[in-house]
């Protein structure tokens, strides 16, 4: 097996790597990300927080791949991968201040992107942040032309796919206990979220 490459990555790495700089903090011990791909972002990012355990995931199909470049990158606090499909599976039975996750939203379907939102507020405490990476919609408008190409692209593929909508994503957060902190503008049309969980409240 070749080892998997996204060019993407490569591309916008240093930009997220400035967010997440600014929005993890050195009180912060464990991060799940979602949707983690060919496992790049968990190579490039983790050295930067060493005093947080680095935990990728992905569905299990992928995780040989991210495997491959764990192997070779060898960083003491990068985790090996769990499999997790959102929709399908909890996150796994640890206490996650951050969860990060690039690029899911607009692959997975809107009822598991609920779902994946819905776990958000039960299983992350107060002041804990959800970081979501992505092309988004605003009052219904595409950011860009290419934005638009691609949402089409997405659906010829998959037709339950496509771009989300930030004030879909921003009402279930908000309705699942969290508060918009930024909304960074990101090269290539893309944004990045930020939202911190709010007092938590037992679900019944
Ligand atoms: C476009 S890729 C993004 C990968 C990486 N985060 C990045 O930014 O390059 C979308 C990823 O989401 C994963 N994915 C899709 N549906 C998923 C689900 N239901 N649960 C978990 N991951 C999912 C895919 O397997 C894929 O790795």
Redesign the pocket.
């Known amino acids: 097996m070749e080892k998997p490459y ?1 060019s ?2 490569e591309r ?1 790495s240093e930009p997220i790597l400035e967010v997440l700089k600014a929005n993890i903090i050195s009180s912060d011990r464990r991060l799940l ?6 496992g ?2 968990a190579v490039y990012f983790a050295p930067s927080f060493p005093q947080l355990e680095w935990f990728p ?3 299990g ?2 995780l040989p791949g991210i495997k491959m470049w764990l192997k070779e990158a060898k960083i003491p606090n990068l985790q090996q991968p769990v499999s ?5 599976d909890d996150f796994p039975k640890l206490k996650f201040d951050v969860v990060y ?4 939203l607009h ?2 379907h809107w009822k ?1 992107c609920k779902s994946f939102m819905k776990t958000l507020g039960h299983r992350l405490r107060e002041g804990s942040r959800a970081i979501i ?1 992505g092309p988004f919609k605003y009052n219904g408008e595409f950011t860009s032309a290419s934005n638009a190409d691609f949402d089409e692209e997405l659906k010829k593929r998959d037709p339950l796919s496509g771009i989300r909508s930030f004030e879909d994503v921003n009402t279930n957060m908000i309705k699942n206990g969290f508060e918009l902190v930024h909304d960074y503008e990101m090269p290539a049309n893309n944004r990045t979220l930020v939202y911190r969980r709010l007092k938590f409240v037992k679900h019944k």
């Open positions: 996204s993407a990555c916008n990300e979602i949707g983690s791909g060919t790049q972002h995931s992905d569905l199909a992928n997790l499909d959102v929709g399908k996750s690039a690029n899911t692959i997975m598991d990476y």
